[in-house]
Structure formats: C-alpha cells, structure tokens
C-alpha cells in the first residue's frame, strides 16, 4: 500500500491516523482552551448564583498573555469575545492578526510613550483597565482625541493590597483620580475600578472589599449609581470569590489557556 493509497481511502484506524494531518500542538491546547472556557463559565454561574447575582453582568476577560495566536484564535471560534493582554509590544502584535470584533481589554501598566502605539496598533481597544495617575489618563485622553477614535472605556486601578510591588493608586486616591478622569477627561470614559488581590491570597477577602468600598466613595462623590462602575477583581485563583464580593469583570489566564512558560532570565 502506497500513501496515495491510504490518502484516498483509509481502511483501518492507523491507516486514518497516517492519511490526517497531525494536529499542531498549539491547535490541541486551543481545543483544551475553549473547554476550559466552558468550565470557567460553568463555575462564574455556581458563584454568581451562589452570591443572588445574575451571571449575564459578570464579563469573563481571557488573558491571553505569552500564548499563541491559533490558541486566541479557537477560543475566538468557540464564541468568545473578550481578551486581555498585559504587554503593549505583545498586544500590537497580536490584535492584528485577529478578528475586529475582539474586544481587547489592556490590563497591564502603562507607559506614557506607550499610549500612541497601544491605541494606533489596537483600533478595537475596549478599556484600559490600568489607569494609575493622571499623567497616564491626560496622555490616553489626548491620544484618544489625536487620532479621532471613539472614547476609550478605561477603569482606575487601585493597590488594594499595599505592596509596593503593585501598581495602583492607593484607596485614599481612588476618589480624586476617578473623579479627574470623568470631569477633565473628556475622551475616556470612566468605567469603574481594578485591583490585584495579594499573590500568596492572604489577604484577598479584604483587598476585594476594600474595591468595593472604593467604589461606595467613588459613586457618592461622582453621583453616579454604582451598577455604572464595574469592579475588575479576580484571576484563576480567586474569580469566585470575587464574584460573590461584587466583580462585574473577571480576567482569566492560566485556568483557560494553561500554566504560562516565561523564558529563563539569565
Ligand atoms: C496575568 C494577569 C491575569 C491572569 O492571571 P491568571 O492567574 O493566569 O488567571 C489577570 N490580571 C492581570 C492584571 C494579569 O496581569
């Protein structure tokens, strides 16, 4: 038996198996990855049920950081919209050899000599989530008004946790930087808050409830009701808990597209 053969028409399971081109690593995990979506999914339901809340107003951002374009790419054509990245060099080079109707969420800091390429590179940009002073949100504002797209959706992001590893505006500061944005801002939109619980998890109750305390002050003092401030709080280890103390947008790595390979630093 000659390939051709065995091309044409398969006659037992090895003879299939030969005449099927392999699938690619990064196809399978992109497989792997859109179950994983479905899961994710299944749990936001049990938590948002779990808490009295309806699970349509909690959004699922796919952080898809260090992976492959084919892997974004199956989790796209399992229906998902909603992806995150965190490296503006990363973004720019991935969000054009994806579809427009991606709706790409900027969650890592920002640099101001950064902003023209982020907002150029990414016409489909749908929020900053990681606006940290004014310097950054006077310099998206005029960026945003420069190139004539549509007002960006951005969220303040708060250090809840206190490390100084951490970028954010302190809670003290959430109020003033919040309310800069929405009254001297005029081409972003202020959308609500982030926050990054603590990495070890020992103090991610209170770091969530402290966003959500923020964003008491923040609708009191802005006058705005708190369903149009959105709290962005919860990664792979603790979206369900979030869920259940208020989270409207949770961002999902590693749960969805596996543990991240970062290469070795020398
Ligand atoms: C990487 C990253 C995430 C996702 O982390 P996982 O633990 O992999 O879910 C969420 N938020 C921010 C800001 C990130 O940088």
Same mark, same amino acid.
């Given at each position: 038996m000659n390939d051709l053969e065995n091309e044409e028409k398969p006659k037992n399971e090895r003879s299939v198996h030969v005449a099927e081109p392999a699938m690619t690593a990064a196809a399978m995990n992109g497989v792997a990855a859109a179950a994983a979506l479905q899961s994710v999914f299944q749990r936001v339901n049990q938590a948002a049920e779990k808490a009295g809340r309806v699970s349509d107003q909690i959004r699922v951002v796919a952080v898809s950081k260090t992976k492959p374009i084919s892997m974004v790419r199956q989790v796209y054509d399992a229906g998902h919209r909603s992806f995150g990245e965190n490296y503006v060099q990363e973004i720019i080079e991935k969000a054009p050899q994806l579809p427009e109707d991606i709706e790409w969420h900027f969650i890592g800091n920002l640099q101001s000599n950064k902003v023209k390429p982020l907002l150029t590179g990414v016409p489909n940009l749908k929020m900053v989530e990681s606006v940290d002073d004014e310097k950054i949100a006077n310099m998206l504002d005029r960026v945003v008004g420069n190139i004539g797209r549509k007002p960006l959706k951005v969220l303040v992001q708060v250090?809840? !946790?206190? $490390? %100084? !590893?951490k970028f954010g505006v302190e809670p003290s500061g959430c109020v003033g930087l919040a309310k800069h944005v929405k009254e001297a801002c005029s081409n972003l939109v202020f959308s609500g808050l982030m926050t990054i619980g603590m990495a070890d998890y020992t103090s991610t109750p209170e770091n969530f409830k402290m966003l959500a305390k923020c964003r008491s002050e923040v609708c009191k003092e802005l006058g705005?009701? $708190? %369903?149009?401030c959105e709290l962005s709080m919860g990664m792979s280890g603790d979206f369900e808990l979030a869920i259940e103390l208020g989270s409207t947008n949770v961002r999902i790595g590693s749960t969805i597209f596996g543990a991240r390979e970062y290469p070795k630093k020398k």
């Open positions: 250090n809840t !946790s206190g $490390e %100084e !590893s705005i009701p $708190e %369903e149009q």
